[in-house]
C-alpha cells in the first residue's frame, strides 16, 4: 500500500514570490508520482506526473517538481506566482504496473496574495 | 472531444435514502474508476470497473456498489445513506491500455445528506 503526506495545508504567498508545496510518500513498491490541482467547485486537472528517467519534471502553468527517491519527496514549486494559481493542490501516488488507482495527499490550499 | 461527464452536479438527499450518480467516460477510455473527497480532504478510491466488471476496490462498506454497461459509462450507488457520505464524488476514465498518467477527471457530482 501507498501513503501520502502533504506537509503543509495552506500556504500564503504573495504574487510573482516563489512558492515550494511539499509532498512525501511511502511505498513499499516503485511508484509513479503525479500532482493535480483542484480549482473551486471543479474537478482535479494534471500539473505534471513523474513515470520514470529525469527527475526534474516540468509541467502546465509554469509548475515543475523534483522526485527525490532517497528522501521519497516529490516537492512541488513555481518560481512566480499569479494570483490565478490559487487553488487547491494535491499529491498523488500509482503503484507501477497497478490497475491505475491512486492514492491522494490531503491537499494544499494554495493562496496568492496581491 | 466531450471529457468525463457526470451527473447529476448537485443533490440533496435524507439519511437513509439510496443515491444513484452517473459517469460517462472520455471517448475511447474503458475504464472508470470512482473517488470520494470529503470536505478539506482528498479524493479516496472507491472502486474501479473494467469490462463490465469491479477490478479493484478501496476501503468502503459494501453500501457502495457500482455497475459499468458496455457502453463503458458507469453508475455509483450508496444505501442507507449517512451524513458521512456528504461529498464530493468523482469519476475518472482511462483509456484503452492507458496507465494512471492518462486518468482523466470529471466534474464530480457533489452530494448532501441532511
Known amino acids: 500500500a501507498q501513503s501520502v503526506t502533504q506537509l503543509d495545508s495552506q500556504v500564503p504567498v504573495f504574487e510573482e514570490a516563489p512558492v515550494e508545496l511539499r509532498c512525501n510518500y511511502s511505498s513499499s513498491v516503485s511508484v509513479y508520482l503525479f500532482w493535480y490541482v483542484q480549482y473551486p467547485n471543479q474537478g482535479l486537472q494534471l500539473l505534471l506526473k513523474y513515470l520514470s528517467g529525469s527527475t526534474l519534471v516540468k509541467g502546465i502553468n509554469g509548475f515543475e517538481a523534483e522526485f527525490n527517491k532517497s528522501q521519497t519527496s516529490f516537492h512541488l514549486r513555481k518560481p512566480s506566482v499569479h494570483i490565478s494559481d490559487t487553488a487547491e493542490y494535491f499529491c498523488?501516488?500509482?503503484?507501477?504496473?497497478?490497475?491505475?488507482?491512486?492514492?491522494f495527499g490531503s491537499g494544499t490550499q494554495l493562496t496568492v496574495l496581491p | 472531444d466531450a471529457g468525463v461527464t457526470q451527473s447529476p452536479t448537485h443533490l440533496i438527499k435524507t439519511r437513509g435514502q439510496q443515491v444513484t450518480l452517473r459517469c460517462s467516460p472520455k471517448?475511447?477510455?474503458?475504464?472508470v474508476s470512482w473517488y470520494q473527497q470529503a470536505l478539506g480532504q482528498g479524493p479516496q478510491f472507491i472502486f474501479q470497473?473494467?469490462?463490465?466488471?469491479?477490478?479493484q476496490r478501496g476501503n468502503f462498506p459494501d453500501r457502495f456498489s457500482g455497475h459499468q454497461f458496455p457502453n463503458y459509462s458507469s453508475e455509483l450507488n450508496v444505501n442507507a445513506l449517512l451524513l458521512g457520505d456528504s461529498a464530493l464524488y468523482l469519476c475518472a476514465s482511462t483509456p484503452v491500455g492507458g496507465g494512471p498518467e492518462t486518468q482523466y477527471f470529471g466534474p464530480g457530482t457533489r452530494l448532501l445528506v441532511l
Open positions: 471517448s475511447g477510455h474503458d475504464t
Open positions: 470497473y473494467y469490462e463490465e466488471e469491479e477490478r
Open positions: 498523488a501516488v500509482s503503484a507501477t504496473g497497478s490497475a491505475r488507482q491512486l492514492t
